[in-house]
Each structure stands twice: as C-alpha cells, then as structure tokens.
RNA sequence: GGAGAGGUGGCCGAGUGGUCGAAGGCACCCGCUUGCUAAGCGGCUUCUCGUCGAAAGACGGGACGGGAGUUCGAAUCUCCCCCUCUCCGCCA
C-alpha cells in the first residue's frame, strides 16, 4: 500500500512512478474517490457528535430523574440516518480500497527506467560465461544419464512439470538446503523458522501477491487456504498486525519452505528440464528494519545472498533490475544468476527486494519509536538460495568431460563423497 | 469431535449500561538522587481516522477478538463467527 497521504499531497510522484513503472491506471479517478469518502465521513462524524452530546444530557437528565422524551427522539433520529449514511460510507469505501489496492509500490531513485530485462542494470560479477574446454550436458541429460533425476515419473506422480529427484540426486537437494540454513544462520545471524506453507488471503494481501497474482497460486479447494509462493509470507506475516520494539529491530529471519507456482501462461518457454516448475524447494531470508537502518539492511541482504553463490564457487552476476521487471510491491530488487554452461544461459537464482513500508503498510505492522509514537518497519526479502536452478548449475558447472559430477567443496561434509558418478 | 474457561493498552492484568480510553503493575521516555554492576524517588506515554494548521498543536469520530442487534447511550446485555487454554475422546 502507498501512502494515502502522498495521492492528497503529492499525485506526480504516484503518476511518474506508474508511468515508470508502465502502469496504466487512472489515478484522477482514484484522487477524487479519496475526496468523496472524506466529505463523507466528515459528515457522519458530524452527526455522531451531536448524538454523543444528546446522549449526555439525557444520562445528566435521568440521573436526575427526569425523562428527556424530546432529546431522547432526537437521538433515536439521528442514529437512524447515521446508520443509512454509513450503509453508503461502506461501499464508498470498499471501492475506494479496491482501486488503492491496485497502486504498485514507488520506485527507488537508483533504479532504471525501462520495460523489460535489457534495461537492467550489471552491478557486479562475471560479464561474460566461462568457456568450457568440453561440451557441457544440459542437466536434464546428464542427470538422466546418472540416474539422479526422474522427471517422466514425477509427471506421473504429480503432472508436468514436476520434479523427482533420486539417489544422489536427492541427497545433493537436500544438501543444498541444509547448507544455505547452516550459512544464514551461523554467519548471518538469521533466526531460522519452519513456517506452515498453506497461507489465508490476508497474509496474501499482506505481503502484495494478491490480488496481482492471485491467478499464478494455488488454492485449497475446501479451505480458504493458499499453498505458500514463498516463505516470503508466512515469514513476512509473522508480526502482521504487530507493534514491535526498536530495540527488537532489525530482525532476520531465515525458512526453508517448498514453494507452490502454477506458472500459469508461462507454458512454451523454458520447457526442457528443471528451471521452470509447479514445486520447488527455496531457503528464503526476511528482514523486518527501521526506516533509518533499512538500506543498509537491504545491502547487506544482498551480500549474505551472493555469500552463498561465492562458497559453491559458482558463476555469477549481480544485475538491478529496471522499474518495469519488478513486482510490484518492491521498491528496488537485484537478482543474483548463475551460469549454466549446459543450457548456456544465466539462470535467476535469488530475488532480493525492498519494500520499504509497502508491505507493512499492507499487513499493519509498525515499531514503536523510541520516545513517542510508531512508524512502519520495512520489510525485505531475498532467495538464499532456490534450488532447483542452483543445482542446474552445479550439475553444469562442475561436470567432468568424462560424465561425473564433483561435489563443491562446501558441500562434501553434506555429501559425505567427492563426486556422482562412478 | 464433546464439555468447560477465556480473549481488554507495547506486555501482564482490573473493570456495577452513562466522568472508562479504561485502575494497578511491567516496560518505555524525561528528570532527580545515590559511590557501585544496579537501586530509589518523582513525572510522562494507548492506537487510529477526519477537519483546520507550514508546524507545534487544537477540535472531533472510532477502537476493549470480528460482525450484527437491543438502547438516548455498550468493554459491560443478546445472537452469530473466529481464536486461545483446560479436561475427555480419537489418532499420525
């Protein structure tokens, strides 16, 4: 949620960022909606004062033993037409909110304008792939041809576009997952939950997927139940509806939590193997800061992320991403990719994104400052990492021109061998 | 699934239908004091929305799990829903 302050007081700063942002939205609409729903509270606030100084007088009245029968009608007439008026408040309101729903968070001033990936921004980490001395295998065939991957059957078990990983396979999955916990939580200092991962509509709408992407979730067919896009927000929603302490801030929080997408309309791209899929495995971080410490936060967010793509020693680049490829609730998000040298593609391996107050606003979740008053935290969020494309890339990386796979050496305490694969 | 108890401020916890936005405590913040790992004394502080204002603020509305109702007036009475706890049953 914006600001409804800034629509009032400063409208151009909405209107340059959906323009940015190449939204297209009537925002005069929005702004004169904002107008009618206060006239009209102001009116009914109005009329409830007269009634609460009616309803004095008559208890002054009574105690006296007396029956104020004219003040008393009065009073009666006037909750009358409130209760009308307020009818029509409701739905003002309601519409008001449906639009206001709809406004995408403001872009950060660092972040490029533009429509589509290529005007992203590199920041940092390799500018062109390494060149393998050999013919690198795509990870769908080399996993085939170790017997660590079996996607024919995951297609039976659960439909297209699954994963099932086997033997080594699944032991290398896991070990990817355990080793992200470990490093967030030892070096990082992240606090690791194990969240649920079937979510209400209100952490939904909490953290901005809904209603934007409500279409790309699943949904629980007798319960009003989402299956988790991401740790995002069972982690995010943890303090909804709280007012923490500055002293408590900032506070990180790491989950590993399979997530849920169908992918809708996404079908014709990227249909070979495992960079696309209904379910995957995703070890996220989130950080609830102060305004003041919450850039910093971010930043380093975003080195604790790339901390991980380091250990496994593994290709990568830092790109930020322009105003018209983020979501919509962020305000500024890099993504770290790997290479893959098999697909001979870079693959997005963590998201990393500030929402400023955005979300927060959203899912009412303040800190109290010290002193007086309260003020809304800023959330972030980052991948650390997501598997399914970081194993691609080890499987890709780090395959040997006579068909094995070596472990990284960060992994093989997990792994208990130095290679699969003969 | 059955029975009972309960949901009040940042936290704990009082609260006869009208001076209750709410006692008391904790915590916080601000003073003062004290020579020793902190304590004592005094004071302050609920949140939110609207109107006016450059601001400080002033005035007003609302909020005691959520919603509806009774009433001139509801934290307090009635109904529905949600959640928590205890006991019983069932069970991975």
Redesign the pocket.
């Known amino acids: 949620m914006i600001e409804?302050?800034m629509l009032?007081e400063d409208p151009d700063t909405i209107r340059a960022a959906l323009k940015k942002r190449g939204v297209e939205l009537d925002l005069d609409t929005v702004i004169e909606m904002?107008?009618t729903?206060?006239?009209s509270?102001?009116e009914?606030?109005?009329l409830?004062?007269?009634?609460?100084?009616?309803?004095?007088?008559?208890?002054?009245l009574?105690?006296k033993g007396e029956e104020?029968e004219e003040?008393?009608?009065?009073?009666?007439l006037?909750?009358e037409s409130i209760?009308k008026k307020?009818e029509d408040q409701?739905e003002l309101e309601r519409k008001f909110e449906d639009l206001v729903k709809w406004l995408p968070n403001i872009p950060h001033d660092s972040v490029p304008v533009g429509t589509g990936p290529e005007a992203n921004r590199f920041v940092r980490g390799d500018r062109t792939p390494p060149q393998p001395e050999f013919e690198v295998l795509p990870h769908w065939e080399i996993c085939e041809a170790l017997d660590i991957l079996d996607l024919k059957r995951a297609t039976k078990i659960a439909g297209s576009r699954f994963v099932l990983y086997k033997g080594m396979g699944a032991l290398l999955e896991r070990a990817l997952i355990n080793f992200f916990l470990d490093l967030h939580t030892t070096q990082h200092g992240y606090t690791e939950i194990f969240p649920p991962v079937l979510n209400p509509v209100e952490c939904l709408y909490g953290t901005g997927q809904i209603p934007k992407l409500e279409s790309d979730m699943y949904r629980c067919r007798d319960d009003a139940l989402y299956l988790t896009p991401t740790a995002e927000v069972p982690l995010t929603n943890m303090h909804r509806e709280?007012?923490?302490?500055a002293?408590d801030l900032p506070k990180r929080y790491v989950a590993y939590t399979p997530c849920f997408r169908r992918e809708a309309g996404s079908y014709g791209k990227e249909v070979r193997g495992i960079t696309r899929v209904h379910q995957f495995n995703k070890v996220e971080l989130v950080k609830y800061a102060t305004p003041e410490e919450g850039y910093a936060e971010f930043e380093k967010m975003l080195s604790d992320a790339e901390a991980a793509v380091r250990a496994l020693e593994l290709p990568y680049r830092v790109t930020l991403l322009c105003s018209g490829d983020m979501t919509f609730a962020s305000a500024i998000t890099y993504d770290i990719e790997v290479y893959a040298p098999g697909m001979k593609e870079w693959l997005e391996v963590s998201s990393i994104s500030c929402y400023e107050q955005y979300q927060a606003r959203r899912a009412?979740i303040?800190y109290?400052k010290?002193?007086?008053?309260?003020?809304f935290v800023y959330t972030m969020n980052g991948s650390g990492l997501a598997t399914p494309r970081t194993f691609i890339a080890i499987v890709e990386n780090y395959q040997t021109k006579d068909g094995r796979i070596r472990i990284p050496d960060a992994l093989k305490r997990y792994m208990g061998v130095d290679s699969i694969g003969r």
């Open positions: 409804l302050k009032r904002d107008r729903r206060r006239a509270m102001t009914i606030q109005e409830k004062s007269r009634r609460n100084e009616l309803s004095e007088k008559v208890g002054t009574k105690r104020p003040l008393m009608k009065e009073a009666r006037l909750t209760k307020e409701r709280e007012i923490l302490l002293k009412n303040r109290r010290s002193g007086k008053g309260t003020d």
